[in-house]
Each structure stands twice: as C-alpha cells, then as structure tokens.
C-alpha cells in the first residue's frame, strides 16, 4: 500500500522558494540547515517537519530547480516549433550565458556532478534525468 502525499502547505511552499534563494546565492556544497533556517526565517525543526529530513529539502530543492530547467526546455520548444536549428541553438545559449542564470547553473552543475559521484544521496538521478530531459 502507498501513502497518498499531501500537497504542500502555503508556508513549505514559501519556505522551499525562500531556500531555493538561498541554495541559489550559497550552493549545497556546504548548506547546513541552522544558518539556512536563519536566513530564510524559519527554524531547523520547522524544516525537518515540511520536508521530513534535510536530504528531503535537498531533493525539494533539485526538483524545484528542475522545473527552471524545465522552462528552459519548454521555452526552446517553444522556439523550435517556427524557427530554424540555428534559431534554437542562439536562443539557447543566450539563455545560458545570461549572468542572471549563472546561479541557477552553478546548482545545476553542482548536482549534476555530485549524482555522478554520490549517486546514493538525495541527488541520486539527479544528472540522468536532466541528460533525459535535455534529449
């Protein structure tokens, strides 16, 4: 038997969209949930309770920043469906290279590269799903 999830309250969601701008501005590699709680003016417990364990926030997370990738993806579609490969290779990379992704980037690479070598942790499939998406 599975147990129904519940959707997000009102606060997880404005909690996960605070942390998801703090991920954004710090990166995982050293996201310790006291300073996290404190800047997004929460506490620990608090976060522990709506995401059940911190690798619980950090696959919220990912799953938040997937669906920034997403739009990306969609966005390209969007363009590919009237216009040339070239259309869509150029719309592509200025979306890439535009300074104000390069945060959203850094995350993404940051989890690409830690499901490939912690394939176990709360990013596991993180770097085969996005390969997926991408193709």
């Known amino acids: 038997m599975t147990v129904a999830r519940r959707p997000p309250s009102a606060r997880q969601e404005e909690l996960l969209e605070r942390a998801y701008r703090y991920v954004l501005a710090h990166g995982l590699a ?9 800047a997004i003016e929460s506490s620990p ?9 911190k690798e619980g926030l950090v696959r919220a997370l990912l799953a938040r920043a997937r669906n920034d990738e997403l739009a990306l993806i969609d966005q390209t579609r969007q363009v590919g469906r009237h216009d040339d490969l070239t259309t869509v290779i150029r ?11 390069r945060p959203l980037l850094n995350l ?3 989890a690409y590269a830690r499901s490939l070598v912690e394939p176990e942790g709360p990013w596991a499939h993180f770097a ?6 991408w193709l």
């Open 128 to 133: 085969e799903q996005a390969v997926a998406d």
């Open 91 to 101: 719309t592509t990379w200025r979306w890439l290279a535009a300074y104000a992704h």
């Open 45 to 53: 417990r608090v976060l522990l309770f709506l995401f059940g364990s």
């Open 108 to 110: 993404w690479a940051e």
């Open 30 to 38: 050293e996201l310790s949930l006291r300073p996290l709680a404190a």
